[in-house]
């Protein structure tokens, strides 16, 4: 088939929907499709040859919508696979899953004066109110199917934004099971913790959030600084957001390290001996997912679609929420013997294995398949399709 990816960003660097789109990609190409990848912003080093790439020359979004709809009149894709780019599309992925419920979640993580700020904000920034006519349009779409990466995005899909659960697809995320795989050799371990500078008898807690303050890590720092009375040491360590260089921060007898954006995270699971993504929201984590695959137990919250995949008690922790920590403790104190690690990593590794990112994608392709096929039907009975109508008539009916 000929499908085109379009995506906002192609940059594997900038975010797991970047990354993931990528890796999609290539696959694709190995099973022998025609692709085309389309973005506003294009990484200069990516994992794909850049024939397949196309930047779009836009000052603006409603110039980048109108420059798509030239694509489409002319290339006439079997798919369009929309992350977040256009209004026109057959497939429609929301890596976060609803809009709603991602704004609902980000003025929750915010101070009460910060979240008056932000809708001031929001209401006088015409660039803000344009972006949101456009969003709104995505997802209002009468003929175009929804892709959700885990059940509790599904379900935001359709009780937040109204979607018909028949156009809604649950495709879980997956990560490779082969390039995140638990430490075998202590001498890598060794070598991880010495360059981020955690102790021998310190319990590391890995954190991965670009997004601070959306992932509950101020939240975490607070609760690690509550923890004076706990029977060991704990070392927090931090990767991601805006800091080009690592910067450690006593909290009483603990430590936390902030080493800012990394290439590879790999050596940051190599430190670990536990994973802490208490998210107000997260469609479905990543950082999760690849954790569990590095054989680390986990705690998260009820805010992330990636919780379905852990089981309670067996291979990590589940937290209401990142305002309520109470329980981290008890949590912790579970955690500092090493054979109860030892368990629940292997259970943690058993879980992430039973649905891997070969799985995502076969099941990706299932969709596209499906969706090719409805078109040929419509087209058959020549039924014109909303999402074939231009960008700017999609925006004044969104």
């Known amino acids: 088939m000929r499908i085109a990816i379009t995506i906002p960003r192609i940059d594997p660097q900038h975010?797991?929907?970047?990354?993931?789109?990528?890796?999609?990609?290539?696959?694709?190409?190995?099973?022998?499709?025609?692709?085309?990848?389309?973005?506003?912003?294009?990484?200069?080093?990516?994992?794909?040859?850049?024939?397949?790439?196309?930047?779009?020359?836009?000052?603006?979004?409603?110039?980048?919508?109108?420059?798509?709809?030239?694509?489409?009149?002319?290339?006439?894709?079997?798919?369009?696979?929309?992350?977040?780019?256009?209004?026109?599309?057959?497939?429609?992925?929301?890596?976060?899953?609803?809009?709603?419920?991602?704004?609902?979640?980000?003025?929750?993580?915010?101070?009460?004066?910060?979240?008056?700020?932000?809708?001031?904000?929001?209401?006088?920034?015409?660039?803000?109110?344009?972006?949101?006519?456009?969003s709104s349009a995505q997802f209002s779409s009468t003929s175009g199917w929804y892709i959700a990466v885990s059940q509790m995005a599904a379900e935001g899909l359709h009780k937040q934004e109204g979607i018909p659960l028949n156009r809604i697809h649950c495709v879980p995320n997956g990560i490779d099971t082969e390039q995140f795989q638990p430490?075998?050799?202590?001498?890598?371990?060794?070598?991880?913790?010495?360059?981020?500078a955690i102790g021998k008898n310190e319990l590391c807690l890995l954190t991965i959030a670009h997004n601070h303050r959306l992932k509950g890590v101020p939240h975490l720092v607070r609760a690690i600084r509550r923890l004076q009375d706990f029977q060991g040491k704990l070392h927090l360590l931090v990767v991601g957001g805006h800091r080009q260089s690592a910067k450690s921060v006593q909290l009483g007898k603990h430590t936390v390290?902030?080493?800012?954006?990394?290439?590879?995270?790999?050596?940051?699971?190599?430190?670990?001996?536990?994973?802490?993504?208490?998210?107000?929201?997260?469609?479905?984590?990543?950082?999760?997912?690849?954790?569990?695959s590095c054989g680390l137990p986990t705690i998260t919250t009820r805010?992330?679609?990636?919780?379905?995949?852990?089981?309670?008690?067996?291979?990590?922790?589940?937290?209401?929420?990142?305002?309520?920590m109470q329980h981290l403790s008890t949590y912790l104190c579970q955690l500092t013997c090493s054979e109860k690690r030892r368990q629940m990593g292997i259970a943690a590794r058993q879980s992430a294995t039973a649905w891997t990112i070969e799985d995502n994608f076969r099941a990706m392709a299932a969709v596209h398949n499906a969706c090719f096929d409805e078109k040929s039907r419509q087209k058959q009975t020549s039924r014109t399709s909303p999402n074939l109508l231009c960008s700017n008539n999609l925006l004044r009916t969104a």
């Open 257 to 292: 390290t902030y080493a800012g954006s990394l290439p590879d995270a790999k050596p940051a699971y190599s430190a670990a001996d536990v994973c802490v993504h208490p998210t107000f929201y997260d469609a479905c984590s990543l950082t999760v997912l690849e954790a569990m």
């Open 183 to 196: 430490v075998r050799n202590e001498a890598i371990r060794h070598e991880a913790r010495q360059g981020f």
């Open 303 to 324: 805010c992330n679609g990636a919780a379905d995949r852990i089981t309670h008690g067996v291979s990590g922790f589940i937290l209401p929420s990142p305002l309520e």
């Open 15 to 134: 975010g797991g929907a970047e990354s993931w789109s990528l890796q999609f990609c290539r696959w694709l190409l190995a099973e022998g499709h025609q692709i085309r990848v389309i973005g506003l912003k294009v990484a200069a080093d990516l994992p794909i040859p850049s024939e397949y790439v196309q930047q779009l020359e836009a000052p603006n979004r409603l110039s980048a919508l109108q420059q798509l709809d030239g694509i489409y009149a002319r290339e006439h894709f079997d798919i369009v696979h929309d992350m977040g780019l256009g209004l026109r599309f057959d497939i429609f992925q929301s890596h976060v899953g609803s809009r709603r419920a991602m704004q609902e979640a980000s003025q929750t993580s915010r101070p009460v004066l910060a979240r008056v700020a932000s809708h001031l904000v929001s209401y006088f920034s015409g660039r803000k109110r344009h972006l949101g006519q456009i």
